[in-house]
């Protein structure tokens, strides 16, 4: 990316968060971030590896998701239909299809007529530890499913999985297994500050 896409690239980005939030700031806890997703989400070499999703953690109300939105939106925007856009979900929505299925395919691999429609996804607010059960199947059992079936689309169809969550990965509740799988899987990138809900 040279220097004047680069400023054209932040002057696009900026107005997209401005027109989602009258109050959007870039400073000191945000700005190096969005370089970097800038960077990624063009298929441009920086700090992140291109072939792993991205794991953004940090506190409540630093706009985590709103990064995600914002870069959405951009990919789609400069190119329509990018490669690198992805299809959003939230864990309340991986349980809520799981009730009705009873299934995590519709997250996985999606061959129709021989071709590959298989997407790139983003997980909001990964890492709710909860007792509830499915049909039999816990909480938390659905979720390490998931990530399981995520790492066979990531391995198989080159389709990664980026998330949002309020836990940094030392902290979830997911087996070793998965574990070893998240680290092959993402980018970890913390984000810090105070809540900018205000």
Not at 30 to 59: A, E, P, Q, R
Request: no cysteine.
């Amino acid at each position: 990316m040279n220097k004047k896409s680069e400023i054209t690239a932040k002057e696009i980005i900026k107005q997209i968060a401005l027109n989602q939030n009258e109050k959007f700031v870039f400073d000191e806890n945000n700005k190096k971030i969005y370089h970097d997703l800038l960077y990624y989400f063009t298929g441009n070499v920086g700090d992140l590896d291109l072939k792993k999703g991205i794991y953004l953690y940090g506190s409540f109300g630093l706009g985590k998701t709103t990064a995600f939105l914002i870069m959405r939106e951009f990919v789609n925007m400069i190119k329509p239909f990018n490669q690198n856009s992805f299809m959003i979900t939230s864990v309340e929505g991986i349980m809520e299809h799981y009730k009705s299925e009873r299934n995590l395919i519709h997250f996985g691999k999606n061959i129709i007529d021989g071709r590959d429609k298989t997407k790139h996804l983003l997980i909001n607010e990964f890492g709710k530890d909860a007792k509830e059960t499915y049909f039999g199947t816990s909480f938390n059992e659905i979720i390490n499913s998931l990530i399981m079936t995520r790492y066979e689309v990531f391995q198989e169809h080159n389709k990664v999985t980026h998330i949002t969550s309020n836990y940094a990965p030392t902290d979830l509740k997911v087996d070793n297994a998965v574990n070893d799988r998240l680290h092959e899987m993402f980018n970890f990138v913390k984000i810090g500050g105070v809540s900018r809900r205000k």
